[in-house]
């Protein structure tokens, strides 16, 4: 497991150390910058003992939506997402687990600090109902550091860099694209957050993680208990 997680942190390096040169590189915009805009509606409860949520999805100016259903056991993670984009229906089987949840800055009667990093990784299985689009895996490492500026305001930043593989894909341990989102998470109460964040999508390895898309987006979660 520790030379695992050793292998996941590099993946996580070389995506950061991409994302690093493609911002510094893409100083002209791309055609697709700020077209669209994505909004989560979370719901969350525990049920029989188990954390279960609910993630309905769309996306303005696209014609993108998606609803996932999940169960978390411990560190990991069970969805199921149904989503469809221009008429195209997809189903998606996954499993999350999380590496590392830490905590950085404790004090000495053990409350958490005002830093968190957490490292985890998914794989997922997409299969398509539409005739001449193949079914495949994708895999994806996830990063995310989190700072506590305000008792109720916590500044985030999420790295996913991603890869497929199976039929119609090439099985190589490149990455085919990194998915960034830096935001902010506030708590309007003891059951509610709001989240609003910009998604920064870039190309794949082979295309020197160029710029792909840029887009605001938003996501309200409700715990129902």
Known sequence: MQRFKSILIGMLAVAF??????????????????????????VEWNQSGYDVGLNVRNRYRSDYDHVELSVNFQSLTMAVRAAEE?????????????LINWNLLDDAEGNDGPINLSLGHTIEYRYY??????????YRGIAKVGLNVLDNV????????RFEFGKGKEDDFKI??????????????????????????????????????????????????
């Open 86 to 98: 221009d008429g195209d229906r997809e189903y998606r089987p996954k499993l999350t687990h999380s």
């Open 129 to 138: 109902e539409t005739d001449g689009k193949d079914a495949n895996w994708r």
């Open 176 to 225: 085919d694209d990194i998915k960034n989102q830096v935001g902010l998470s506030i708590k309007l109460g003891d059951n509610a957050t709001f989240s609003p964040y910009v998604e920064y999508l870039m190309d794949s390895q082979d295309n020197d993680f160029e710029r792909k898309e840029l887009m605001v987006g938003t996501a309200l979660t409700i715990k129902l208990n």
């Open 154 to 161: 916590n500044i985030w930043a999420k790295a996913q860099p």
């Open 17 to 42: 150390v991409g994302t690093v040169v493609g911002c510094k590189e893409e100083a002209v915009a791309a055609s697709t910058d700020w077209k669209k805009s994505e909004h989560n509606w979370n």
